[in-house]
């Protein structure tokens, strides 16, 4: 019987015979009792009825690892998960760029500046990034109601020196919908369902390999404590505050991506 279910799909047997050997080894370890199990399914059943909960729940704590696993090892910049809130085909926007946005955007300008290289050094020029973000409320377009298509989500290039520079808002820490079974574990559990505030990147060029990651700021609330557990130390920058020249303050940072050749 095992070879034939083996045969029938050697990858799916191999990986799920593990995942329920761990998840007996549990159960045996903690002498989980009927009740408690009865518990789980119920919310299990709970988060079945509940739109988009159950990828919620796996992506909150599953999907940084399966990242890794698939683009973890380039000597380039690390990657970071695309997260669920990505739309492909932001508008591309001409220099000097600045993220679509509404006329009374709330929130402290920050200029976002940076480079990317190929990991031998060379400048990549025309890399194209796509970049989206939260607000200054916390809400990300086209998830939340009343927000322009398109607000804090747009494409642009590096120069020929493979340098980039756009000016956006300081996003703040950003909570995950916690209305539903996965919040009701989190408060269960005493955590929060809170990310840290963070830009999302995906950079392309055509000699390198396409790189996802997200930046964090080192002085963030919950810089150690991710509900996504995705924070890599190498992706954390750091917030300045300037005065432009106008009189005006603004934030600013700044980072170098590498790429791996593709
Ligand atoms: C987000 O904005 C995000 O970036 C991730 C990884 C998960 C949930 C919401
Ligand atoms: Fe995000």
Same mark, same amino acid.
């Given at each position: 019987?095992?070879?034939?279910?083996?045969?029938?799909?050697?990858?799916?047997?191999?990986?799920?015979?593990?995942?329920?050997?761990?998840?007996?080894?549990?159960?045996?370890?903690?002498?989980?009792?009927?009740?408690?199990?009865?518990?789980?399914?119920?919310?299990?059943?709970?988060?079945?009825?509940?739109?988009?909960?159950? *990828?919620?729940?796996?992506?909150?704590?599953?999907?940084?690892? &399966?990242?890794?696993?698939?683009?973890? @090892? !380039? +000597? %380039? /910049?690390?990657?970071?998960?695309?997260?669920?809130?990505?739309?492909?085909?932001?508008?591309?926007?001409?220099?000097?760029?600045?993220? *679509?946005?509404?006329?009374?955007?709330?929130?402290?300008?920050? &200029?976002?500046?940076?480079?990317?290289? @190929? !990991? +031998? %050094? /060379?400048?990549?020029?025309?890399?194209?990034?796509?970049?989206?973000?939260?607000?200054?409320?916390?809400?990300?377009?086209?998830?939340? *109601?009343?927000?322009?298509?398109?607000?804090?989500?747009?494409?642009?290039?590096?120069?020929?020196?493979?340098?980039?520079?756009? /000016?956006?808002?300081?996003?703040?820490?950003?909570?995950?919908?916690?209305?539903?079974?996965?919040?009701?574990?989190?408060?269960?559990?005493?955590?929060?369902?809170?990310?840290?505030?963070?830009?999302?990147?995906?950079?392309?060029?055509?000699?390198?390999?396409?790189? /996802?990651?997200?930046?964090?700021?080192?002085?963030?609330?919950?810089?150690?404590?991710?509900?996504?557990?995705?924070?890599?130390?190498?992706?954390?920058?750091?917030?300045?505050?300037?005065?432009?020249?106008?009189?005006?303050?603004?934030?600013?940072?700044?980072?170098?991506?590498?790429?791996?050749?593709?």
């Amino acid at each position: 019987m095992t070879e034939l279910r083996e045969l029938a799909n050697p990858r799916l047997n191999a990986i799920f015979n593990d995942v329920e050997a761990a998840l007996l080894e549990i159960i045996s370890r903690h002498r989980v009792t009927w009740e408690e199990y009865r518990t789980a399914t119920t919310w299990l059943a709970e988060a079945g009825t509940q739109p988009f909960e159950i *990828p919620l729940l796996l992506d909150v704590f599953l999907s940084p690892t &399966v990242d890794d696993a698939n683009h973890g @090892s !380039t +000597d %380039g /910049t690390e990657c970071n998960v695309e997260g669920p809130v990505y739309i492909p085909g932001a508008p591309v926007l001409q220099a000097p760029y600045v993220l *679509p946005m509404r006329p009374t955007e709330p929130g402290e300008k920050l &200029v976002v500046s940076g480079t990317v290289r @190929s !990991t +031998d %050094g /060379t400048p990549l020029a025309g890399a194209t990034l796509d970049v989206w973000q939260s607000n200054a409320v916390g809400e990300y377009s086209q998830f939340q *109601p009343n927000l322009p298509e398109w607000n804090l989500r747009g494409r642009l290039s590096t120069d020929a020196d493979g340098a980039f520079s756009y /000016t956006s808002v300081v996003p703040v820490p950003y909570g995950i919908p916690d209305g539903g079974a996965t919040g009701r574990l989190m408060a269960a559990l005493g955590r929060h369902c809170m990310r840290p505030s963070h830009l999302h990147f995906k950079i392309t060029h055509p000699d390198a390999t396409a790189l /996802t990651t997200q930046l964090y700021f080192a002085d963030d609330p919950y810089i150690d404590s991710d509900v996504v557990g995705a924070v890599k130390a190498s992706l954390v920058t750091k917030l300045d505050r300037r005065v432009g020249d106008d009189g005006q303050p603004y934030a600013a940072c700044s980072y170098d991506f590498v790429l791996a050749a593709a």
